[in-house]
Each structure stands twice: as C-alpha cells, then as structure tokens.
C-alpha cells in the first residue's frame, strides 16, 4: 500500500482502490446463528452463505475482481481447442514465472493429482516446508509419505522470525542421507504455508533448496497459490530484495524451481489452476495427463471468462498496492487482538489473521477439537465463518489412529479487497468478547466422520448445553443488539 503517513500518528490501513459494485449483507440474530451452526453439524463448511455475515472461510475463489479483470471476461473468445483466451492466458502465465511451458488444470488440486500421479510411488517420499491439505491427500493415495521439514520457528505461535515457512537445510539433508535422493520424489516448498499461519519463505532459502535438489537431482516444486502474500513479505522483508521489482523476485522463484503449480482461485484472483515448467521430459508426461483428468489442453477444466480474468489477475499481482491490502489488513487484525491479549500467530503472515485456539481454549483437550469449537462458538458470537485449521483438519493413519495438529488455528481469511476496515473492527470486537467470555466453551464429537478429507463434510456436535450459555450470555451483554 502506498506510503502515507497520518497527521495524528495513528497507522492503519488505507484502500488503494475504490468500491464500485457491493453485495448486501445479512446479519441475523444469535438465535439464528444457533440454529444455523446446529444444521450445519457445527462445521463452517456445511453453513449456508445466506446464515453468513462476513463469510472468512477463505480466500480461495472470492478475492474482488478488478475493473480491467471484470472487462476482460466479456471478450472471451470461447472455443474447445485453440480459443485466443488460452493464448492470452499462456501468453500471461509465461511472462509472469518467465517459464517455456504452462499446463492448465480446473484447480490447485488438480495440479497436485497430476504430479502425485507422475511423481510419488509406494513408498515414495515427499519432503515439504509444511503440508496442504489436498497435496498430501493426493501423495498418500499414491502410496507417498509427506516429511515435513519447516524450521522450528515456524511452528512456534508467536515469534519475530520474517520467514517462518523456511525449510530447515539441516533435515532436508537428512532426509536425502537416510532414505536416498532415488526414494525422494520430489521437494515441494509452499509459498505463504497455508495451515501455520499464512507463512512465508525468503528467496535466500528457496535458492538453498535449490541448489541441494539440483545436486541430488530431485525436482522442486513450488506450490505458487499463495505466491502474491510470500512476493509481498520477500520484497518488503528480505534486506536484498528491497530493490528488486516484483518482477525479478517472481523470476528468481521460477528459476530456482523445476515445477511451478498454482490455484488461480488464489493466484490471479480467478478460478482455475496450472502448472508450468522448463523441462521438457516433465512437460511431456505433465501434457499427458491433462486432457484425462482436466480436459483438452487450451482449457483444463476452466472457463474462458475465468481464464480472461486469470491472464489480467496475474498481470496486478506484480503491482505492490494490490497485493499489499491483504497482508496490510491481516497485520492490523493481528495488531489489534495481540494488543487484547487474545493468543494469534505472528508476526501476521499472509492469507488471513490466525487465532491460537490451543491457548485460547486451554481448557478443551486436543481430541474435543478446539479449534473447531472456536470456529463454531465464533460464528454463534458473531455471524462470522472462519475456518478450522488442526486436528480436525488432519487425516487419520493407516491403522485409524487421529494425529494431534502440531497447531491448533482458527483462521480468519481475509479475501482481498472485499471487507472495509470497520467490518474488520467488529470482527475483532466479537472476538474479544469471546475471549472474555471463553470458560462457556467446551468441545465437540463427531456425529458423523468422512474417511477422506473429513473436515470438509464431517459433522460434529457439542459436548454439552454450552452453545446455549454463550447465547444466554451475549444476550446478558448486549440485550437486543444483533
Ligand atoms: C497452498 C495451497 N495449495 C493448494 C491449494 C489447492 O487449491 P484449490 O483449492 O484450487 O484446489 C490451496 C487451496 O487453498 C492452497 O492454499
């Protein structure tokens, strides 16, 4: 965001564009949101939109378009093979990373099917800064093992380390040393590491990974979804970049990467995906792929409209004040609530404002899911639908063990571009009521419980009465207010 200073010395976030199209909102009463979060078997993904107030599940397809991205889509040049859309789009893709190929696919995950498919056999081994979700769904089903090899800061809540989605050099040798490079499938560095707040790597350490990779021959690939939060924090924090243009920093991720791949719902602000690279052998298994699980090569499951917008999406990345309103916001959420007191990751990282529900909740044991009754007593407080980050979102092992997430999070996402700064102040308002009012919270069970990616459609019900005492509560507190 622009460099502005305020005459009162306060600092706070200031919007580098303007509002031109807005969608009403509903906020309805407590005992509604009871209501709705019971429905919904106390999952936020299971809410309808229409029981949301501000809907901070995620940023994954719900970023504002931009004027130019909004005309764009009425030029699309819709065509099964060979539209002038995909050449757009690949024109944009390849100017952008500066790579040979681009390979596009309907979503993140696809990408991540596609190079499991490719990559990971039994027994293969996948070291990463941290997992994804689907991206280790996708490497188990494959007969993969994900060794998550983040330094020690980054698992640490509160810390002042800039780049706390670093891999630790130190374990990823081992790594190669104890299993051999020929068990290594690939080394796969997330950019903003989603599920540990948000969190980014510096350029410095990326080119490390690099060069050990390119000495074992394993290729590296970069999961760019959250690219445009880690170009934001290499360009402001990292002491040799401060020079650099956008630009140069996303070319230098993409030399030192042999796979690139990306959801645009993040990336570009649209909603689709892809996967570039220089490689020639990997371009042709890669292109294999495609027209069997994304459809024929110059769509991959996309819409043209989707892809018009993608191309100009990618274009705005690589100007700082749209990519610095989400971390600039997330920083002021984050602010704010350590100020109170409540526990969150820091310092702020991209994506989104994390909430510590192990400290916050210290009361509720790990396996009655803090987290997820942090989201769930969130949303009865507020009309607010976060999204839990920890063990509920882990998978179980092979022998139907449950592993305890090293975190436990509610993120908060911020879609870019879509809140005002005082609708980011009742957030926080709600959440410091909760954190006053936090002993009437008490865990949740499964009712219902999906083998795969069971955070998504699993249903969950409270321990006890205490959704009814926060309700009780709040209307103690704030009579008839909704
Ligand atoms: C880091 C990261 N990788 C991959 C994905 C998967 O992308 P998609 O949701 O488009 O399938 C996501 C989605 O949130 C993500 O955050």
Request: charged share 25%; with cysteine.
């Amino acid at each position: 965001m622009a460099n502005v200073k305020f005459h009162a010395g306060e600092s706070f976030p200031l919007e580098m564009h303007k509002v031109r199209i807005i969608q009403k909102l509903n906020l309805i009463p407590i005992e509604e949101r009871l209501r709705a979060v019971k429905e919904a078997g106390n999952n936020t993904f299971l809410l309808k939109n229409r029981d949301v107030f501000m809907d901070m599940l995620t940023d994954s397809g719900v970023n504002a378009m931009s004027d130019r991205q909004l005309a764009s889509m009425m030029e699309a040049d819709d065509s099964y093979a060979g539209s002038e859309t995909f050449s757009r789009l690949e024109k944009s893709v390849k100017n952008f990373f500066g790579v040979k190929h681009f390979l596009p696919a309907h979503q993140g995950r696809a990408c991540e099917n596609i190079l499991s498919k490719i990559f990971v056999k039994e027994g293969s081994i996948v070291p990463m800064n941290y997992h994804f979700t689907t991206a280790k769904a996708h490497i188990t089903i494959n007969g993969g093992k994900v060794e998550e090899i983040i330094i020690d800061e980054g698992l640490k809540i509160r810390s002042s380390c800039p780049f706390k989605g670093n891999i630790d050099i130190n374990k990823l040798n081992a790594i190669i040393r104890d299993h051999g490079a020929q068990n290594v499938a690939y080394v796969r560095m997330e950019a903003g590491t989603n599920l540990v707040g948000g969190q980014p790597f510096s350029l410095e350490n990326l080119n490390d990974v690099s060069k050990i990779c390119r000495s074992a021959n394993i290729p590296l690939v970069l999961d760019a979804s959250l690219l445009a939060d880690n170009l934001y924090f290499v360009k402001t924090r990292e002491e040799s970049c401060k020079n650099m243009e956008l630009r140069e920093i996303t070319r230098k991720f993409a030399e030192a990467s042999d796979i690139i791949y990306f959801s645009a719902r993040k990336l570009g602000f649209g909603r689709g995906g892809g996967i570039c690279t220089n490689n020639e052998e990997y371009f042709l298994k890669i292109r294999e792929m495609v027209p069997l699980f994304e459809g024929f090569l110059t769509y991959g499951g996309m819409s043209v409209r989707e892809m018009e917008a993608i191309a100009v999406g990618l274009d705005e990345t690589l100007d700082e004040d749209m990519i610095s309103q989400g971390p600039i916001f997330i920083d002021y959420m984050v602010r704010e609530l350590d100020k109170k007191g409540v526990p969150v990751i820091t310092p702020a990282g991209g994506l989104g404002c994390h909430v510590d529900a192990k400290a916050f909740l210290d009361h509720i044991p790990q396996n009655q899911y803090p987290a997820g009754a942090l989201a769930a007593s969130y949303f009865i407080a507020s009309g607010i639908r976060g999204m839990e980050r920890g063990t509920l979102s882990e998978q179980r092992d092979e022998n139907g063990n449950e592993p305890l997430s090293n975190m436990e999070l509610l993120r908060l996402a911020l879609p870019r571009r879509v809140f005002t700064l005082s609708q980011v102040n009742y957030a926080i308002d709600r959440m410091l009521w909760l954190y006053k009012n936090r002993k009437l919270v008490e865990g949740l069970r499964f009712v219902e419980e999906p083998k795969i990616l069971r955070f998504f459609f699993g249903r969950l019900e409270p321990v006890s009465d205490w959704q009814d005492k926060v309700v009780a509560q709040f209307r103690k507190d704030f009579g008839d207010s909704l």
